[in-house]
């Protein structure tokens, strides 16, 4: 019988953190659709800004008290969330533990903050497109952080029921990255819900 | 702090002896039983496979073909006499809107994917796709959708609103009832499950390539389903947009395109389009990919200019996107935005071009074997030709207005998707059905089956374009005598009966050879890429040892024996991961086994979208039970190695014990 080349992979790793690992790419790929939907609802935003002489139409700024905390609280989550995410890559499941479960109080917290705001916006979904535009920006969002906290607290509670394998680590890196794409997405969706009213 | 975790090692190359019928007989037998496809009732709903999946999605696609192709045939009946009247206006309204909603959302969208779900692991040589779970969901949820909106018509709730709905028409004021609401949440159904798949494909393309096949050596089929991922990814979320503000408009009262409160009416043709248009290209861009694989094996010869090719693909894939504003010439936009999109409308025929050429060149070069799918190549070149010369001049803002909204546009439409699409999408199931199903359809009736699809086709459609130039409007439910449409359109409704014997043939064809056609043999064409290298049917594993492939042409540049990958664990679902660009080996990562829950999860969704037709307390209804599936779904499952120890993460010293 001939003989034929082997390639034996059996030393490589069992997982992989980042782009190399699959993780990653349907982590990115999600962000990347539901980046293009936020897109797409900022572009209708100023499409019907172009509509109407006044913005709001007929109608008060939205306050600004709730949103504003809740941009410094978002903002500030990235500190957990680079410390989660490192502690995750270096297999630390005692830090993994301490700042998902930060993570999730906060989450918890922005989404309260996040029902307070509905109720500074000054306007409803159905009084005009302005209204409709603004309560969708701000769902869309909210939509996200929500599924972002239900979704990491289910990762906290595994990472404390366990079994602990290399790939919670790697889904806890992922998560963090994807908490990240909220964040980002955060600082547009509150300049213009909070802030283009008042400068446009 | 020392961890427990291991993540060193780099893969050895050596020289082994071929291994003895025994020990391949003891793999087959250990892969076949990690790779299961469950059985039973709940086994089939739990099926993550992807060549299970993907043949219950090329069925079911060409179930909704079969339907909207009845429906078509209806409308043809209706309109071979003047002052017809088997139909009634309302009848026809929601006839028309569901042929081409069933047409493009449920058929060639759906059925393209699924012969990248088949396709793709098999042509880059791996396992699954990358996410199984995903996959299962997305065809359940796909299934609801078509369900839905099928029960809608039959219970006389059909959108009756055009396939592209617009407002105001199927709006809150013009289109009171549920059927809009339908139509909405179909695009919800569809652009899902489009997503999801997109996604998987993505992942898979760039991750689990066999070693050895590098981003220079991706079948032209593999780079066509790639390119459609990234238009599904980035086109369908504007029509998810547009679709959801109008079911907000009509169930919530919000004001979007209400020009009374601030809205606008143009804003659902600028999302509906900004998706549209891509659209044609996601169905148009897989068939390039089919085209390829056709003329590749049947001239024996690597297409010609494989690197101009794949730019051209791409270039498509980016120019699709700029044409949108073309379906919307007669909509009073200003004159100066309407020539660049006239402008980018005539640049999309170039790198159509250069393909058509490479084709003609790799036929040139090589000895065409006139076989069935071959024929269906070279009509698929006649009528795309035309078809796209049609659509160079409806680029043109002054000649699109002259024939806007007339059968002349039908006409040019029909050519390009049936052409573009149907006929190298026919020619695939021909290409692809031994691989599939391990039987040859029958080469006479395939013949046959050619000629009568592509005289019918013609017989149909060529006589719109004259209808069109006469001035026949589209989506008229009848027409007086003396307009003088009565011999062209009696004469495509012939064509439109011969085209539906042709369709008859072809699924007669199909189910006769499924069950008595000749057994296929492994590699029947001698094919150029991987899926030819395993038996006919696949083995639920695919391939006994993932591949290393050495040359653009797995098949075809293969050393003998072919070098193999060895160490990946045959007791769990392990697959290898390799890099994007150079398709090395970076990881092995084990896929999920079969579940239920991701099926439970689009019962949910499903039920979802069918609930906010009605209410908008679906959501809040729908959010407990949603959680429950999706954190079933992503549970992890007992692992093969979970104990944090050192012993656990040697990948060797497991192997050892095993």
Known sequence: MSARTVVDVSPLPKFAFGHKGLVWWGTVGFMVIEGSMFVMALIVYFYLRLKVQEWPPNLANPGITFATMNLVLILLSCIPNALAKKAAENFNLGAVRLWIVVLTLIGIVAVVLRGLEYTQL?????????????????????????????DGGVLAALMFTGPITERRFVDVSENSLYWYFIVAWWIPIYLVVYWAPRWL | ????????????ERVEPYPDEATQTRLRRELARTWYVPRGVIGWFSVVDHRTIGKRYIVTAFAFFIFAGVLAALMRLQLAFPE??????????????????????????????????????LMVGT????????NTYSYFVYLFGGIMVVVALLLNSGPDAGWFAYVPLSGPDYSPGKRSDFWAQLITFTE?????VAVEIVATVFKMRAPGMSLNRIPLFVWAMLITAFMVIFAMPAVVTGSTFLLLDRLVGTHFYNPAEGGDTLLWQHLFWFFGHPEVYIIFVPALGIVSSIVATFTQRPIFGYTAMVLALVATGFIGFGLWVHHMFATGLPQLGLTYFTAASMIISIPSGIQIFCWIASIWRGRPRLQT??????????????????????????????????YYVVAHFHYVLLGGAVFPLIGGIYFWFPKMTGRMMSERLGVVNFWLLFIGFNVTFFPMHILGFQGMPRRIYTYPAEMGWGTLNLVSTAGALLLLAGGALFVFNAVRSYVTGTAAADDPWHGETLEWSTNSPPPVYNFLHIPVVEGRSAMWNRSDPAPVVTGIRTDCREVLITDVMDAAPVHAYELPNPSIWPFLCAVVTSAFFVGSVFTPWALPIAIVPLAITLTGWFWPKRPTRDLPTR????????????
Do not use: C
């Open chain 1, 122 to 150: 000054n306007t409803r979904w159905d009084d005009n497109a302005y209204g409709s535009i603004t309560w969708v920006l701000l769902s869309l969002h909210t939509i996200h952080v929500a599924t972002d906290v239900v």
């Open chain 2, 1 to 12: 702090m020392e961890h427990a975790f291991s993540r060193e090692g780099v893969p050895i």
């Open chain 2, 84 to 121: 017809n009247h088997l139909l009634n206006p309302d009848q026809y309204n929601q006839i028309f809107t569901m042929h081409g909603t069933v047409m493009m959302f449920l058929f060639a969208v759906p059925v393209m994917e699924a012969l990248g779900i088949y396709l793709v692991p």
């Open chain 2, 127 to 134: 396992r699954n796709v990358a996410f199984p779970r995903l």
């Open chain 2, 192 to 196: 899902v499950a489009a997503l999801a």
């Open chain 2, 373 to 406: 799918p071959m024929l269906f190549v070279l009509g698929f070149v006649a009528i795309f030709v035309l078809g796209g010369l049609s659509g160079v001049t409806l680029a043109a803002v002054p000649f699109d207005l002259q024939v806007h909204d007339t």
């Open chain 2, 647 to 658: 012993e656990a993460a040697s990948p060797k010293l497991r192997e050892a014990e095993g």
